[in-house]
Structures are given as structure tokens and as C-alpha cells.
């Protein structure tokens, strides 16, 4: 089966500092790697997807991720965080049957 | 842009109780799913539905629970006789293909069993 983990529980950064949020997969075959994002009471929110071609991908709110197949890992970054993006960050594979299987999520706050 | 509607956004049931938790996908949308979240854990899917049926279910998707499309757009997830173990976020989520990638999320029923 196909799997992603998130190394860390909880990231913080300072407003206008870079953000980064670790993601490493495991997979035969080609992945399929997404970033969801959770803002409180709300539900999942897709920020961007790496299906095939250039290893960076940029997605929705200023976010992108580099899919790095020697060191299988699917980081997503923003260059300058902002306030408004401290939430609950998911990283995804697609597995085997077209399902989704989550990391445990990270805790991403953004300080002022 | 369209949604994905979930009601009750939280639900309160006493152990033992059957509880109905509600979805509306996105019209055009052919597969639906859901997934869940218990607290401080990771999301984990229940269940895939295609053409009025399941298409896959997980270890968790035990006898206790069913789908159903009663309508041409509500999509419903039962418990039968709730546990206090199925205290969670579920999520409902629907895509207009079955390839796993654009889903859209709904915004979750939080289902507190007491």
C-alpha cells in the first residue's frame, strides 16, 4: 500500500518568513502526492497535486511543493507566510484503488 | 465555485443510537466517499460509492455503518447503533472521476457519541 508521513506535529514561523511543511512518501510504482489544507471548522481544501512532469508544482494561496524522487519527499513551501495560513496541513497519496490515504497532518502557525 | 454540503455540522447522539449524516455532492459529480477523522489522528477513508453502490469499503466500514443515495443528490452515511469509538470529523467528498485526484471535501459532521 501506498503511504505518506509528516515528520512533524507542528511547525512555526514568523509572518514573512518561509514556510516549509515535510512530506515523505512511500509507493511502487508512480505517486500520486497531494497537499489539502484545514482551516478550523472548515473542511478539507486542495492546495495542489504532483501527477507527472515538472517536479514543481505550484497550487492555490502561493503555495508549491518540489516532489524529490531520490529523497521521496513532497515538501510544501511558501516563500513569505502569512498570519492567515496557520491551519492543519495534509499531505496525500492516491493509493492502489483511486483512494486517498493522509499523513497525520501539521500543525502549521504563522506569529505575527 | 460549487460545494460539497454536509449536514449537521455537529451532532451530539447518546451511545447505542442510529445516526444519519447527510451530504450533498456536487451535481455533476459521479463518485462519492467518506472518510473520517478522529481527534488528534489522521484522516482515514470509510468508503467509496459509484453507479448506486460500493465500490470499496475499509476495515472500519464494519456492519455498523451503510451508505445510501436515496435521491439524485443527497448521499448518506448510517450508523447503526453508534459506539463511542466512532467520535469523529467525517468527511464527505465527491469527484467527477474515479482516478483519486479532484475531490472536493465538504466542511464535516463532528459526531460526539456520549
Known amino acids: 500500500a501506498q503511504s505518506v508521513a509528516q515528520p512533524e506535529d507542528q511547525v512555526n514561523v514568523a509572518e514573512g518568513n518561509p514556510l516549509t511543511v515535510k512530506c515523505t512518501y512511500s509507493?511502487?510504482?508512480?505517486?500520486?502526492l497531494f497537499w489539502y489544507v484545514q482551516y478550523p471548522n472548515r473542511g478539507l481544501q486542495f492546495l495542489l497535486k504532483?501527477?507527472?512532469?515538472?517536479?514543481l508544482v505550484k497550487g492555490s494561496y502561493g503555495f508549491e511543493a518540489e516532489f524529490n524522487k531520490s529523497q521521496t519527499s513532497f515538501h510544501l513551501k511558501k516563500p513569505s507566510a502569512l498570519v492567515s495560513d496557520s491551519a492543519l496541513y495534509f499531505c496525500a497519496v492516491r493509493d492502489d484503488d483511486y483512494k486517498l490515504s493522509f499523513g497525520a497532518g501539521t500543525t502549521v502557525t504563522v506569529r505575527a | 465555485e460549487p460545494e460539497v454540503t454536509q449536514t449537521p455540522s455537529h451532532q451530539v447522539t447518546q451511545m447505542g443510537q442510529e445516526v444519519i449524516l447527510r451530504c450533498v455532492p456536487i451535481s455533476n459529480h459521479l463518485y462519492f466517499y467518506w472518510y473520517r477523522q478522529i481527534l488528534g489522528q489522521k484522516v482515514e477513508f470509510l468508503v467509496s460509492?459509484?453507479?448506486?453502490?460500493?465500490?470499496?469499503k475499509s476495515e472500519i466500514f464494519d456492519d455498523q455503518f451503510s451508505v445510501e443515495r436515496p435521491d439524485g443528490s443527497n448521499f448518506t452515511l448510517k450508523i447503526r447503533s453508534t459506539k463511542l469509538e466512532d467520535s469523529a470529523m467525517y468527511f464527505c467528498?465527491?469527484?467527477?472521476?474515479?482516478?483519486?485526484?479532484?475531490?472536493?471535501f465538504g466542511s464535516g459532521t463532528r459526531l460526539t457519541v456520549v
Open positions: 467528498a465527491s469527484s467527477a472521476t474515479g482516478v483519486g485526484y479532484g475531490y472536493t
Open positions: 504532483y501527477i507527472t512532469g515538472d517536479n
Open positions: 509507493v511502487s510504482g508512480n505517486p500520486y
Open positions: 460509492f459509484y453507479n448506486n453502490e460500493i465500490s470499496e
